[in-house]
C-alpha cells in the first residue's frame, strides 16, 4: 500500500490527535521527500507571538516519520521505529505558514534493508527544514531514528 498525503493526515486524525489539532498536515510525499505544513494560529502559538516550539517539532519528526512508515511499509517486513535522539535550531520568528520538508528518504531504505539484512538495529540521522511562506529558514530539526527487524 502507498502512503499518500491524505492517508498520512487521517493517520493523524486517529493516532496524533494533538498534531492534528494543532494543525500540521501533510502536503507531499514520496519516496525522498516529504512535506508537511503548519500555519501560526490561537491554539500553536507561545507567549511571544510565533509558533511553539513543540508544534514546529511535531510538523519536523512527521516529515521524517512518514518517509519511514512509508519504506517501512514497502519492504512487507514487521519493523520497529523509534525517535533516539534530536536537536533543533531556531532562525526566525514562525509566524504565518510554516513548510517542513525532509528530503532524505534515500537514507532509509539503506537502513531497512541493513536491519533486515543483518537483524541488528541501524541508525539514521535525517533533517527536516522549516521555512515561513517567504522562503525564509524559521527552524531546522535532526532526528536519530533507529530501526529493528520485529522478533
Not at 109 to 123: P, S
Request: a positive charge.
Amino acid at each position: 500500500m502507498t502512503l499518500t498525503s491524505s492517508k498520512l493526515n487521517s493517520f493523524l486524525m486517529f493516532k496524533l490527535p494533538a498534531a492534528y489539532i494543532c494543525g500540521v498536515r501533510s502536503k507531499h510525499i514520496d519516496k525522498d521527500k516529504c512535506i508537511v505544513t503548519v500555519k501560526y494560529r490561537w491554539i500553536n502559538q507561545n507567549p511571544f507571538k510565533s509558533m511553539f516550539w513543540a508544534v514546529q517539532g511535531m510538523a519536523a519528526e512527521l516529515t521524517t516519520g512518514a518517509l519511514m512508515i512509508s519504506e517501512i511499509g514497502k519492504s512487507g517486513k514487521k519493523i520497529s521505529m523509534l525517535v533516539l535522539s534530536n536537536t533543533a535550531s531556531f532562525t526566525k520568528k514562525a509566524t504565518g505558514r510554516i513548510s517542513f520538508v525532509c528530503n532524505e528518504g534515500h537514507k532509509v531504505k539503506g537502513a531497512i534493508e541493513k536491519t533486515i539484512a543483518t537483524g541488528e538495529g541501524q541508525t539514521v540521522w535525517m533533517k527536516s527544514i522549516g521555512t515561513n511562506e517567504d522562503g525564509i529558514e524559521v527552524s531546522t530539526f535532526n532526528f536519530e531514528w533507529t530501526v529493528r527487524v520485529k522478533n
